[in-house]
């Protein structure tokens, strides 16, 4: 019922027509005709937003009071309105508009939201889309099929997997069947390790990390030199993200192992008693000997001693290694805290970053005291969550791991409800979470309509007359940092949405015209 709920909320929104109406259209060989998102105030502010932006990063390196918005929207038209030109030539050369095929497996309702978010950038660029929708149940070898007529097709210059893509499918292997010349998602292992190793000659390379590139560089914030935290390891993400930030001149780039966040993820009080016993009975301890008092709820004394006895007794018991026993999962699983690093320095590492990038898919993970003042913020993040009515609050009143009163319908961020595995894929950016087969609703998606706050959500009546409590639903859609809280201490930020996710489609465009220059050899491969 919440999945019908949402999905209709999410796919109502973008067009404001029926599902029935809508569904049709994101199937076949149909150039979505959506008018584009934005509103127009917005926008406009956004060029001088970019352009205060630019004078404030060569200038300054401290806030004065509010971030400056690192509006994705504006950079994203503006960019596209470059790539128009670029369609038209090539559309000569080519004796056709340059062509993107999409390969969409089953009807998660984020899932379409990009793809006909694609399709109506494309066609408003002139460009052709050819969607091969496929059903939930489709095998691996039909799959594998699928995307290789994609790759023959000669009207097709480009192709992409719409990802995360059912449990039974494995999205390495569909990979490999890429043409690499056509792989707009740079996801082939030829185009990642042309990107990864220095001196192969860079090719493809994937849509979000070139779209916060791309967002930087046309806000004028210089990477050179600057000490860049990425916050999430994501093979979409993270991982070519930080490499990109490397070549682009960074003088130190952190990637953080989603090992190093997992346990902001959990009930915070509870963890939070729980380090400040260890940090008491385990003086030991790498890294700092407490954790820093700003992130400890002073515990009720009986939770304490008891989580002191615990503390000590597996101390006594084991020495160091008891480390584990007291802050892991939970006796005999495994330890979510690792030597060398302990989950509560994280605030210290990102509050060394000059660009700091959080794409880990928890709504609101990062907190006005995770950032150094001046920071760049950039916000991959996308996450819906639900409130009922009687839980209306902003998301600057979220309580930590999370918004207040919200219910995060993000599967990836409960692991109990279906999120992947520590060590499978997922990051911010709507590629990693949901579970289908749990019933849960992916929490990542996007939102183009701007409401709450202005930076998106809103309050929906639920399709059809209500939730299943018969209540409405508000859907909100927030990053994976506290934007009221950290826009007062950062330089600048990404909202979300109209940050990053504008930047990926624009990206998508930027690489298909790249793989029809390739083509027609006007670039060499
Ligand atoms: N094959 C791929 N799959 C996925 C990728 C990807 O790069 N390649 N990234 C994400 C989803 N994604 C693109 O596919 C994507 C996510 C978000 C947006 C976006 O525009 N978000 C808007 C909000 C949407 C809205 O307007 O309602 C925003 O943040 O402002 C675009 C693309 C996972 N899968």
């Not at 998602?185 to 001196?199: S, W």
């Not at 009975?281 to 008891?306: E, F, I, M, N």
Request: overall charge neutral; glycine content about 12%.
């Amino acid at each position: 019922m919440r999945h019908a709920t949402y999905a209709c909320w999410l796919l109502g929104r973008q067009c404001q027509r029926p599902l029935a109406e809508l569904s049709k259209r994101y199937i076949g060989h149909v150039v979505a005709a959506t008018t584009a998102t934005g509103d127009a105030t917005f926008a406009a502010a956004a060029v001088s937003a970019s352009k205060d932006a630019a004078a404030h990063h060569r200038t300054s390196s401290s806030n004065d009071g509010r971030a400056t918005v690192l509006d994705g929207r504006a950079v994203a038209a503006a960019w596209e309105r470059e790539l128009h030109a670029e369609v038209r030539n090539l559309t000569e050369l080519l004796g056709r508009p340059p062509g993107l095929g999409v390969v969409l497996v089953g009807s998660r309702p984020d899932s379409m939201l990009y793809v006909a978010k694609k399709q109506e950038a494309c066609q408003k660029a002139g460009m052709q889309t050819f969607v091969h929708h496929l059903p939930d149940s489709v095998s691996q070898a039909q799959l594998e099929a699928a995307v290789s007529h994609a790759c023959a097709d000669c009207r097709v210059d480009g192709v992409l997997i719409q990802l995360p893509l059912p449990r039974h499918l494995s999205e390495e292997a569909v990979m490999e069947v890429l043409d690499p010349r056509k792989d707009v998602d740079g996801f082939h292992p030829i185009n990642m390790g042309r990107m990864l190793m220095r001196g192969r000659g860079v090719r493809l390379v994937p849509a979000t990390p070139l779209g916060c590139i791309e967002l930087l560089r046309r806000s004028g914030v210089e990477v050179q030199g600057k000490t860049c935290v990425v916050l999430g390891d994501s093979n979409i993400v993270g991982t070519p993200l930080a490499a990109m930030l490397r070549d682009k001149g960074a003088a130190a780039v952190t990637i953080c192992h989603r090992r190093s966040y997992r346990e902001w993820f959990e009930d915070q009080e509870q963890v939070q008693r729980t380090r400040a016993a260890a940090a008491v009975c385990l003086p030991g301890l790498p890294g700092p000997s407490r954790p820093p008092p700003s992130l400890v709820t002073p515990p009720p004394a009986d939770a304490a001693d008891a989580s002191a006895e615990a503390a000590a007794a597996a101390a006594a018991s084991s020495g160091a290694a008891g480390t584990d026993a007291i802050v892991g999962s939970g006796g005999g699983g495994e330890a979510t805290v690792h030597e060398g690093f302990q989950s509560y320095q994280l605030p210290y590492l990102t509050r060394s970053a000059d660009i700091l990038v959080v794409a880990v898919g928890h709504p609101e993970l990062v907190r006005s005291d995770w950032v150094r003042p001046g920071a760049v913020v950039i916000d991959v993040g996308i996450n819906v969550v639900s409130t009922l009515p009687r839980a209306r609050s902003p998301p600057g009143a979220a309580a930590a791991g999370g918004p207040a009163g919200a219910e995060t319908l993000s599967g990836r961020t409960d692991a109990a409800a279906g999120a992947p595995p520590p060590d499978q894929e997922g990051d911010g950016s709507g590629g990693g979470c949901s579970d289908a087969a749990a019933g849960q609703d992916h929490g990542t998606t996007g939102n183009g309509a701007s409401g709450f706050n202005g930076h998106g959500g809103g309050w929906m009546s639920s399709c059809g007359g209500g939730s299943s409590s018969g209540r409405n639903v508000m859907f909100q859609v927030v990053g994976d940092v506290s934007y009221e809280e950290v826009s007062q201490v950062a330089g600048a930020i990404t909202p979300v949405p109209g940050g990053v996710g504008p930047m990926t489609i624009a990206a998508v465009l930027h690489n298909t015209l790249k793989a029809a220059k390739y083509r027609v050899g006007l670039e060499p491969w």
